[in-house]
């Protein structure tokens, strides 16, 4: 038996394989594509890692992108669309970091490589998952949102929507002036969705990722859907149009003779349809895979949560099998009970935030941070602790009770 | 309301209460006995406490009985009942020690209202709850076997057994000479049960408590009906030729003519049915009340694991209490989640313990032990970690695996 095959080279199968490098245990990660294809292929993401994921890459020996200029420090609040907009920022205890997946993924599989793991590059299909259970002491599925998570049902319980609550756009740009102090935007359109305004280190240099998120019927909707290739400065006075109208926020940094997408593959439009699935299977030989990172749970990008999940899942399967290397079924729950408080959370969380119209627990949470200061801040900080937000904000009363502890009665 | 309201004050009550006073919480223990009543009452179990318990004592400043006398430093294995006994010792890293809870418990207890807690003497009746709910921001129902914890549904997944699989007489003698290195002898005789032989402080001084765990309808179940004070002489001499017979590792030991029961009170004869019920209930009221102890996990005394736990499940419990003061649904969860693998673990193993005819793997674990020191070593030291031994021993595999690690193929 050959160690672990992890089906994936994202950043569930990558963070997987390092770390069990570090510890010496045989690791195959199965690609269907190359570096170079990763590295040269349209934008996959615009993924900002929050200081706990930082904090694992760098037990990881990930020490690249650590000067000043990749780091941000919290968000910029702006709630709009109603009468009396709310206006604030947020801080983290330590920064984030956004830098573009295809100059990230690359890195860390030549990394991995350089460490001994060995790269295929090859689709697998359902149907070979046996034979591969039948080489590898456990097979791990991080293969992301396509249809191999389908090995792994869906949990209704923890499901709640059947069709993508955002349509989303997003690019990279030039022309958008960095906030003061550098931070993220998160812009509120009251019923119409939100921009993340992100500053990003793309194969551009220093960019922003303007992530349009929009309500399905809205004003904004057609975002996801017009071309950029047919009529380029069509796409950009729209993009610009919109933003002016709904993000004002970010709109005033725009420099409307500068603006505009970095290259016709900087750009990606589309859905998320948030699921939370098993964490395993049995295979009809009797062994079991597990799943990881988006295979096993998708939530929508609007809080920027999936990808440090998917890191933290990593690490917590990562610790089970350095701790125990007998992969039965005592094995997968004590990997699903290891991770379950956190990416439900994470998951529960996301969907909380893109429920129409916002719960009003979430917008008297919202009201308190513009009044309070330190509510802003642990909200924000919560970012790298979505158990923590959960603890927050999962009823109406617990939102009361963080309030009283900040004495807001 | 009133902070933490406990029903019970037994080990889980009161290390739950001593952990929560020493960061201020408010706590009232309810309990159907006086401290009196309890230090003078009859026998209430043999227990002994592994280092990770006591690790937990010396945590709430618990620190009585610290001298080398109240200490013993592993087990003595006697696999007989065959044609060929097999007899090793195996060793903890740390001590471990036996106290009487006549002992115990009061001194726990004087603690407790010494630290500020709250004391209060009277039976709480299922449908005392309640209102019990609407006084304090949680109830905690750590009241034993008894019928409160009909309040938690049984787990049938877990609780593989509909009645006893052993008839208990448990006592405390004079007469039986400390085994060397000071231990507790653990006798098994196939197919007629165990004989745990265990050094004990009690009341009257360091005495032996010997534990007879009898397979109901073999050679020793009268041992659990036979009336002592009927015939005093007489029941004392049915243990003497039962032990001399069965569990001749212990019988080396005793001395005939100094062999008797150091008090009529000092005599336990029952029978337990173990159970692992659901982790939590909702009132009517919509308000949840924890199990814990006993009340949420009832193992046979075999291997001596049901205080351990209780302490445990305790502290789990403690800790999420302190970190996240909100009693509903959520915070439920959470506790289940984090005591989940060791209380399951604990259930399982004990479980196996029990078993007639034992499991295969269970005998090819003890013949090596009786052959390697490590292996023997390894099991004994995880009397303190019942997760890990179910990590050894739940599955055939895991023993060979586990066996394979210590180089035996
Ligand atoms: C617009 C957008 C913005 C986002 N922003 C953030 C953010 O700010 N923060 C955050 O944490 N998350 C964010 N996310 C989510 C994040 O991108 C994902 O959660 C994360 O990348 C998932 O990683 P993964 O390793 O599980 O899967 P993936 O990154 O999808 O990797 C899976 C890999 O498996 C390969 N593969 C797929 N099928 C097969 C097969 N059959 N055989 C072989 N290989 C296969 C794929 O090619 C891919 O390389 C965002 C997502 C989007 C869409
Ligand atoms: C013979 C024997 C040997 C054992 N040996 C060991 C050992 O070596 N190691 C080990 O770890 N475990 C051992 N155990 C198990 C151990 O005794 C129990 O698991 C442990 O004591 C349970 O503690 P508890 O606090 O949950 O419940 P309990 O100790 O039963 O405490 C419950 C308390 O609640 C009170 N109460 C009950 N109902 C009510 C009510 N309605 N209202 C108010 N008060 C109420 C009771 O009077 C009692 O004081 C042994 C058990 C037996 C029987």
């Not at 005033?252 to 349809?273: C, N, S, W």
């Not at 395993?280 to 096993?296: F, K, Q, S, T």
């Amino acid at each position: 038996m050959e160690g672990i095959g992890i089906v994936g080279a994202g950043i569930a199968g990558l963070h997987l394989g390092l770390l069990l490098r570090q510890h010496d245990v045989p690791v195959t990660i199965y690609n269907d594509r190359t570096a170079e294809q990763l590295a040269g292929g349209r934008m996959l993401n615009s993924v900002a890692h929050h200081h706990a994921t930082i904090t694992r890459e760098r037990a990881l020996g990930i020490d690249d992108w650590n000067d000043e200029e990749y780091f941000y420090y919290g968000h910029h609040h702006y709630l709009g669309g109603g009468p009396r907009p709310l206006r604030f920022p947020g801080f983290f205890s330590a920064p984030s970091r956004a830098v573009d997946y295809r100059l990230y993924l690359p890195r860390l599989l030549e990394e991995f490589v350089a460490r001994g793991g060995e790269f295929v590059v090859r689709p697998v299909q359902a149907a070979d998952v046996v034979r591969l259970s039948e080489r590898h002491d456990l097979v791990v599925i991080a293969s992301g949102r396509g249809s191999m998570s389908a090995m792994f049902p869906r949990r209704a319980d923890k499901s709640p929507y059947d069709t993508p609550q955002r349509k989303l756009c997003v690019g990279l740009y030039e022309g958008v002036a960095p906030s003061e102090p550098r931070g993220v935007t998160m812009s509120v359109a009251a019923g119409q969705g939100e921009l993340l305004e992100i500053p990003m280190y793309a194969p551009a240099g220093h960019v922003t990722a303007l992530l349009f998120e929009n309500v399905p019927g809205g004003e904004l909707e057609m975002l996801a859907e017009i071309s950029y290739e047919d009529d380029p400065a069509g796409f950009e006075k729209l993009v610009l149009e919109k933003t002016r109208e709904h993000h004002p926020a970010t709109f005033e940094r725009i420099d409307p003779a500068r603006f505009h997408l970095t290259g016709p593959l900087d750009l990606l439009q589309g859905a998320v349809l948030p699921a939370v699935r098993e964490d395993y299977a049995r295979l009809p030989n009797g062994r079991y895979v597990i799943a990881l990172g988006d295979a096993h749970t998708v939530v929508d990008p609007v809080i920027g949560q999936g990808a440090n999940c998917a890191s933290y899942s990593a690490w917590a399967l990562g610790q089970v099998i350095l701790d125990d290397p007998n992969f039965d079924e005592r094995f997968c729950r004590k990997v699903a009970d290891r991770r379950r408080n956190h990416v439900h959370a994470t998951a529960d969380w996301t969907n909380l935030m893109i429920r129409t119209p916002p719960p009003p627990h979430l917008l008297r949470l919202f009201a308190a941070m513009s009044e309070n200061q330190a509510v802003a801040d642990e909200f924000t900080e919560n970012f790298s602790h979505p158990d923590r937000q959960w603890d927050i904000l999962a009823t109406p009363e617990r939102v009361t009770s963080f309030l009283a502890r900040h004495g807001m009665g």
